[in-house]
Structures are given as structure tokens and as C-alpha cells.
């Protein structure tokens, strides 16, 4: 398969640019914030969203060859990945972090990978955190075939930084703040380097740790040669770590949808917008700020 075969936006035909809503929300309005939320969810029913903007760059280079990817077991990176493949017609082998008993049967997240064509491996969590390391991949290549494309857990590398940027462009001049739920860190490192000037973008970590921040640093120089200023986390709303809620978080995204009739996403959306909300209670927006909400993904 050649790379003009697999034209993503051409055979998928992707919503390009996602639309942009305005939220009536008086919690907001009371504080006097714009709430805006930028609907990536619909820029593609199998591969929404960052997911869209973090492979499509990818899946190009990578021509038709088989693709190697890493994820927990309920990644919607993989899920896309797998997709992808089953979509555009090449080989996709997800690399899963866990036992694999533990995940016997498998969960909805990687029952749909598997019945997208996706070979599942399973890494116990002290092998998967050496993922990255030459002989691991090393070995990964040996079992599988050396000609493989291999992209990073969650996607996020230079070319998923270039793919967000264009996040970023979309927003030119509708609003002020840009906000974003963070796992790897490839989409807000994208997303801040394509906003103009006077724009900036906030991030969420859906993780506990502290790291993620010289990780997007990182991306920005790997692929700009520099990092950009424009960006912040709160890591405040990551409710315990990945793949956990809270009941309050849960009653909030309840209540968010039952006010707005939008499904939200609780693993990363929800605890953007919690966020949101908390920093427009607390006085974090002037008066008259407009604030751009990327939703980035939808629930299972």
C-alpha cells in the first residue's frame, strides 16, 4: 500500500474543522465566562477526537505497514488504533499493560480492538514500564516482524505535536483560554504551539505524578525546538489516577449532561470540565473570558 493510498482524510473524511459550540451554563455565566466546547468527539465516530489529530500524521508514515502500539486496558488510543486498521486495511498489534489472566475476559475497550483485527500482547506492569527501552523493542520487532511502524503510547511523538497543532489554528480569535485533558501529553503540546498570540491553553492531567509536565516540554523541543510559554496544568482533578472517579466527579458529569444533553466521557472530559468549573469559582477567569473546552473523547 503506498502513502497515497492511505490518505486518511480522503477515505475517512474526517469533520475538519470540529465544530465549535457555545454552553449556556449559568455556573459559568455568573463568573462571567463564555463557555465554548470544541467538539472533537464528532471528528470521527472510530477514531475521535486527539486521536484523530495524534495518528493521522502517523498512520501516513507509516504506509500501510503494520503498526505496534502500547496502552492500558482501557486506552482509547489502542481502541483507535485498532480501528484504523480495520478501516484502512493493515496489520495493528496493541501492546497491553497487565497480566494477561487479569484481563480475561476482556473488557469492552479491548474486546473492540480485538474484534477490530487487533493482535493483543500483554506486558506485566513491571516489563511494560521498560517499554521504551532498545532490547525490549528490540524484542517486539523479532516477534513480530522487523518491518513494523511503531508509535508511543497514547501517540504522542513529534508527528502527533505537528497533527494537534491544528487544534490550535482552529481556535484563532474564538477564544481566550483553551482547555484540555492531558494523558501523555502530545495533545497540548500541539495544541499550545498552534494558538495565536494572547491565546492560552490550560491542561488536566488525568494522571498523578507530577512528570507530565517536562514531558510536554520535552515534545515541544523534540519537534519545535523549543517549548512554548503559553501553557499551564492543574493537576488537582485527576480523582486518584487514571481510569478513576470520584462519586462527586460521577454527580457532576451527571448533572453536566442532564443540563446540556452532551455524553461525557469520565476518564478525561469529565475532569476537564470539573476543572473548569472549579477555576471559574474561584475567580482563575477576568470577567469576559471566553474558554474553549476540547472534548476530546466519547464514552464507552
Known sequence: MTPEALDLTTRLRPRIPSPLQRIEDERFTRHGVRLLLKR???????LPGNKWRKLSLNLREAAGRPVLTFGGAYSNH????????????????????????????????????????MRLHFFDRSTYRRKAEPEMLDGLKELF?????????????????????????ELHGLADVVAVACGTGGTLAGLAAGLAEGQRAIGFPVLRGGFLAEEIRELQR????????????DERFHCGGYARTTPELDAFAADFEARHQLPVERLYVAKMLYGLLTLAEEGSFPKGTSVAAVITGQPL
Not at 472533537?40 to 472510530?46: E, F, M, R, V, Y
Not at 478501516?87 to 479491548?110: C, K, M, Q, W, Y
Not at 508509535?151 to 505535536?161: D, F, I, K, R, Y
Not at 519545535?224 to 501553557?231: E, R, S
Open 40 to 46: 472533537d468527539d464528532l471528528i470521527h465516530p472510530a
Open 78 to 117: 489502542l481502541r483507535a488504533t485498532a480501528a484504523a486498521g480495520r478501516l484502512l486495511g493493515f496489520p495493528t498489534i496493541g501492546v497491553v499493560r497487565g497480566d494477561e489472566l487479569a484481563h480475561r475476559p476482556l473488557n469492552p475497550s479491548l474486546a473492540q480492538c480485538a474484534a477490530d483485527g
Open 145 to 169: 516482524g522487523g518491518d513494523l511502524y511503531l508509535v508511543p503510547e497514547g501517540g504522542s511523538n513529534s508527528l502527533a505535536v505537528q497533527g494537534c497543532t491544528a487544534l490550535g489554528r
Open 222 to 233: 523534540h519537534t519545535l525546538g523549543a517549548p512554548t510559554a503559553n501553557w499551564s496544568l
